[in-house]
């Protein structure tokens, strides 16, 4: 039983991944043409948090040049670069406490993810 939820939760985590690359494609393609959703920086924050979670740092700072110096200053993805720094650092108990911090509760579940890496 324990493994058929394992494998559901696999599948709603790749799933969120796809829908994440998705969104930043969409993005990029449709800046300018569509007014700004007002979720897109929790979006854009939750993709740069992924690619912690996944340790995929060079794509972490191609997206972060994908961004304008307004965006940089969203709550949201400061908190990920802030994460990033604290692990640049080797402060994991920064990376840690972060979990009480972050700027939406859907980036509880990455924090968790993140969590078990730093452990």
Known sequence: MHIIRCSKLCLKVFSLFTLLFSLTIQHLCC???IPPSPQEYQILGLNLLRLLVQ???AEFHTELELLSASALENPCIKHALELK???ME?????VLSARQTVPHSIYVYFMD???KTVR
């Open 113 to 115: 993810l993140l969590a």
């Open 31 to 33: 800046s300018g043409l």
């Open 85 to 87: 720094q604290y692990f």
């Open 55 to 57: 340790n995929r740092i």
């Open 90 to 94: 080797g402060a994991c108990n920064c």
